[in-house]
């Protein structure tokens, strides 16, 4: 990383603001340990995603270890510069700095994962964990914006939005049973006075540690926490983003329509219900479908070629890349209908997939990229779609 030219990268803040003046939400891709790597975040940018999150990387071992550095956090020098944050796993203030200092010339800004609920994590005071140590995050992020300061970076939240050395520090959250928990946790970790706060945005999950993920997201606890905290705080929703027209929350439609061409265009419904509501998250649905912000109802064969195209550039694993492959192409996340899935005032998603679960098996058996490539263009040709193109690398 050290030989790394100067790069400048846009403070996260900047882009809320845009999005806020372009009368839309802030379109983000979720931390996703295994698969937000470098090639699937440059493919969700290039199809309308604003802001990416790298996986949750373990401060510690990151600190100590060149070779969890060179594994855990890939950047590009070349082709399109996906504005990153760099989720951490951390449990202890200088550990989270420390880190934070390392990655800070490579990145928009750093994020707290408070919300992974895996017992593993929570066994050792890591993510969801953290939900109980509001004092512990508070200190964290505060120590951490201290660190980056003393480095040279700008902290100074809205001051430094346009300031090319401004970095972002955020925290991503669960919520609690009992929401008074919730608000206990964020006016800590905001801090007491109401003209500054310690983080610049925050993102709430809003299922509680042990809610299954097939269960919908508590609507209440989003609109209470969002009405409460978004005017002094920027807001993101994770959690059921399964299509811009089947939010998980009632909204005035104005649904894009998604062709080849208009990749980077992005529109949205604005919120009814959730008027403080800055911005989404999307992981699994973003999973199945990297062009959701730009409006595609299910996966295009073109986000499949961007994949691989980035995939070849910034090489994973082949059983990461059949995984992701799998994934796109199957059918989309959400509901459909049948009852199940969330999505507001009953919209359904396009089940349409690009493969069969038969021809998904078949690809699953693939050995090499070559044969992976052959494959898939076989399959493209019998559905009448051209063979895979080298997509424009701009
Ligand atoms: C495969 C996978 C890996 C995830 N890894 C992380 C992670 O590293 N950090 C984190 O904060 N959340 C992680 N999450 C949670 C997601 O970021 C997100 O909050 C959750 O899946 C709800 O969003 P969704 O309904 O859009 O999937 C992960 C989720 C999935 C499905």
Redesign the pocket.
Known sequence: MAELPNLEFVHPLKLFDIAKKEKRLLYTS???????KLAFRQTVFEYGTDLC?T??ILAKEFNRNRFARDSDFTISTAGPQAPTIV?FGANVPQELARASSLVAPFCSGVDL?C??PQSWACAETL?AALMERRELVRDMVVETREQLRRDGWGVGLEADIDNPKGRSVSV?IRVHKDLRKTIDFITTVLGPDANTRNIDFL?I?P?TRSTP?STP?NLDALELLTSTFGTRVPILL?????ALHALPFPTTHSAPTFTTTNTKEKSTPLPLTLPHLSGL???????RNPALYAGASSCPWSAVDTFLSRAARAPLPLKLVLHHLSEMCGPALGPDGSGGGGGGEGATVDKSALLSKKERAAMMACGNMIDLVDFLDERRREAGEHGWQQPDPG
């Open positions: 979720a931390p996703m340990v295994r698969y937000s999150w996986p949750m989720q994962n919300g992974c993510g991503k993102t999950h299922r993920s997201i994770s959690g059921d983003v399964f998250m999307s992981a699994r649905a973003l999973l």
